[in-house]
């Protein structure tokens, strides 16, 4: 052995030893359990809409093409008395990876921060990021966990938005239930910051930054080490609740639930879990709807998660998910040999992922389908009095009268030259300002061509419908891709 490699391998080591390591933030809990994120008691506009958005991974592409989206759905509904539309009845937003940027801060401020976050988008999320594939210390960095921690993109991300703001924060001044998805790549399962999976951590949400959980959601492996939670388990006495019990002796329920199960189990066992290392959302679910089958599947009735107050005066409901996906040229296609190394690795992960994200949507759809039928079901068995000490009269009254429209807004169906220029977008945190402003346009197209969000107008009451000219686009189906 020469000296020049033993003094090229211990550069190695001491290089991997300067590795991005994130100490945990999460806090114990002391006392009772977390609340809820949302007021349940403020319930927006009269209780006849739910309308839910999910906003896919893809960088700072899913971010403009997730805010595009809530530029379409407000311009589109509108009016002198309402200028927000129907964005006044948002009731949940759940986002992954570049999309959660967008989750955490409407939910946070609501439709008055769009302006904020339109800025934002022509930023350099990667200012303070490591990223260069030239540099072999980043390469190494890379390898041995991860060549950012959360002092780059978390902490650009409390400059320019959050400013400190915490899920406590959240909770004080939203309405809206939010949803920021991680992976446990540990458990294999989506981590959702919630106050069910808090509890189980012992650790209060209450006081952790909204950028540490976007952080989480937005780290690439390898780009990023894994955002690090610390399982306080000596700090409260927490007791599982009924439907993890019940998950772990009913021979019916779901493998999606018992994975879910034994995540929290784990966090509970100091033997298992004493630190949860978390990594990009889109490796288990690219689209962030795990949520809607957990918050079903674990359900001891048949309208959860509404109440029995708003299971009642429910009328409609919008659940539309942003996919800011593009297609993939893959060169080796046309050639004999290949794919190989990096090519290889990537083509794998990424089907990977896709196919969790469509299993994950496909199975989100038969949930809410089979929620309706369970919702009619219960609405119809109701004694009169009961309705109308909800509604206030039973005049007007039809149980059956619960309509849901579920779809994707994606780049499918706009014009080829567009679709174009959109598959050229990077997956990145930073973007060129004309990348930002056609991944933008794009979103208000595709989402008031959308056919789901077109049949949702129709059925409201007070709303005809998308503008003379406009066609509804069937939608095809296109691979996600994360961050």
Same mark, same amino acid.
């Given at each position: 052995?020469?000296?020049?490699?033993?003094?090229?391998? &211990?550069?190695?080591?001491?290089?991997? %030893?300067?590795?991005?390591?994130?100490?945990?933030? +999460?806090q114990?809990?002391?006392?009772?359990?977390?609340?809820?994120?949302?007021?349940?008691a403020?319930?927006?506009?009269?209780g006849?809409?739910f309308?839910?958005?999910?906003?896919? %991974?893809g960088?700072?592409?899913?971010?403009?093409?997730?805010?595009g989206? *809530?530029?379409a759905?407000?311009?589109a509904?509108a009016?002198p008395?309402?200028?927000?539309?129907i964005?006044?009845?948002?009731?949940?937003v759940?986002?992954?990876?570049?999309?959660?940027?967008?989750?955490?801060?409407?939910?946070?401020?609501?439709?008055?921060g769009?302006?904020k976050?339109?800025?934002?988008?022509?930023?350099?999320?990667?200012?303070y990021?490591?990223?260069?594939?030239l540099? #072999?210390?980043?390469?190494?960095?890379? *390898?041995?966990g991860?060549? +950012?921690?959360?002092?780059?993109?978390?902490?650009?991300?409390?400059e320019?938005?959050f400013?400190?703001?915490?899920?406590?924060?959240?909770?004080?001044?939203?309405r809206? !239930?939010?949803w920021?998805?991680a992976?446990d $790549?540990?458990?294999?399962v989506t981590f959702? @910051?919630?106050?069910?999976? @808090?509890?189980?951590?012992?650790?209060?949400?209450?006081?952790?930054?909204l950028?540490? =959980?976007?952080?989480?959601?937005?780290? @690439?492996?390898?780009?990023?080490?894994?955002?690090?939670?610390?399982?306080?388990?000596?700090?409260c006495q927490?007791?599982?609740?009924?439907?993890?019990? =019940?998950?772990r002796?009913? #021979?019916?329920?779901?493998?999606?639930?018992?994975?879910?199960?034994?995540? /929290?189990?784990?966090?509970?066992?100091?033997e298992?879990?004493?630190?949860?290392?978390?990594?990009?959302?889109?490796?288990?679910d690219n689209?962030?709807t795990?949520?809607?089958n957990v918050?079903?599947?674990?359900?001891?009735?048949?309208?959860?998660?509404?109440t029995?107050?708003?299971?009642?005066k429910?009328?409609?409901m919008?659940?539309l998910? =942003?996919?800011a996906?593009?297609?993939?040229?893959?060169?080796?296609?046309? !050639?004999? #040999?290949?794919?190989?190394?990096?090519q290889? &690795?990537?083509?794998i992960a990424?089907?990977?992922?896709s196919?969790?994200?469509? =299993?994950?949507?496909?199975a989100?759809r038969?949930?809410?389908?089979?929620?309706q039928e369970?919702l009619?079901?219960?609405?119809c068995? /109701?004694? &009169?009095s009961? $309705?109308?000490?909800?509604?206030g009269?039973?005049? %007007?009254?039809d149980?059956?009268?619960?309509?849901?429209?579920?779809?994707?807004?994606? @780049?499918?169906?706009?014009?080829?030259?567009m679709?174009?220029?959109?598959?050229?977008?990077?997956?990145?945190?930073?973007? !060129?300002?004309?990348?930002?402003?056609?991944?933008?346009?794009a979103?208000?197209q595709?989402?008031?061509?959308?056919?789901?969000?077109n049949?949702?107008?129709?059925a409201?009451?007070?709303?005809?419908?998308? #503008?003379?000219?406009a066609?509804?686009?069937?939608p095809?189906?296109?691979s996600?891709i994360?961050?």
């Amino acid at each position: 052995m020469t000296l020049r490699s033993v003094l090229g391998g &211990a550069a190695l080591v001491l290089l991997a %030893g300067c590795s991005a390591v994130n100490k945990p933030l +999460n806090q114990p809990l002391g006392g009772a359990g977390n609340p809820s994120l949302t007021d349940e008691a403020a319930i927006p506009g009269d209780g006849t809409t739910f309308v839910g958005l999910a906003f896919s %991974g893809g960088g700072t592409r899913a971010s403009a093409f997730s805010y595009g989206m *809530l530029e379409a759905l407000r311009d589109a509904t509108a009016t002198p008395d309402d200028p927000d539309g129907i964005l006044s009845e948002v009731r949940l937003v759940t986002g992954v990876s570049g999309g959660s940027v967008t989750a955490a801060w409407y939910g946070y401020a609501g439709p008055q921060g769009m302006p904020k976050f339109r800025a934002y988008l022509d930023k350099n999320g990667e200012k303070y990021m490591a990223n260069s594939p030239l540099n #072999p210390f980043t390469i190494v960095r890379g *390898l041995s966990g991860g060549a +950012n921690g959360r002092q780059t993109f978390g902490r650009f991300l409390d400059e320019e938005l959050f400013r400190g703001a915490t899920f406590g924060d959240l909770r004080r001044k939203s309405r809206v !239930k939010t949803w920021i998805n991680a992976s446990d $790549v540990a458990n294999n399962v989506t981590f959702l @910051f919630s106050p069910e999976t @808090f509890d189980a951590l012992c650790s209060d949400l209450m006081k952790l930054p909204l950028s540490e =959980a976007v952080a989480a959601s937005a780290a @690439f492996p390898l780009v990023f080490s894994p955002i690090v939670l610390e399982a306080h388990q000596e700090s409260c006495q927490y007791e599982e609740p009924d439907w993890l019990t =019940a998950a772990r002796y009913n #021979p019916e329920a779901s493998e999606a639930m018992k994975a879910h199960a034994r995540a /929290l189990e784990s966090y509970t066992d100091p033997e298992e879990a004493r630190f949860v290392k978390l990594l990009d959302g889109g490796i288990t679910d690219n689209f962030g709807t795990t949520g809607l089958n957990v918050e079903r599947a674990r359900a001891q009735n048949a309208y959860a998660p509404l109440t029995v107050e708003e299971a009642v005066k429910l009328e409609r409901m919008l659940f539309l998910v =942003a996919n800011a996906g593009v297609r993939t040229d893959y060169g080796w296609t046309q !050639k004999l #040999p290949g794919p190989g190394g990096v090519q290889l &690795a990537m083509s794998i992960a990424t089907s990977s992922m896709s196919a969790a994200t469509r =299993a994950g949507y496909d199975a989100m759809r038969l949930t809410l389908d089979r929620w309706q039928e369970a919702l009619v079901e219960f609405r119809c068995d /109701l004694p &009169a009095s009961e $309705v109308r000490r909800i509604r206030g009269t039973t005049a %007007g009254w039809d149980c059956k009268d619960v309509k849901l429209f579920v779809g994707q807004v994606s @780049f499918d169906g706009l014009p080829d030259d567009m679709q174009k220029q959109l598959d050229s977008i990077p997956t990145r945190l930073k973007l !060129k300002p004309e990348q930002v402003a056609l991944t933008i346009e794009a979103a208000r197209q595709s989402t008031r061509q959308n056919p789901e969000f077109n049949g949702f107008l129709r059925a409201k009451e007070g709303f005809d419908g998308p #503008p003379a000219g406009a066609t509804p686009i069937a939608p095809r189906r296109i691979s996600p891709i994360s961050n």
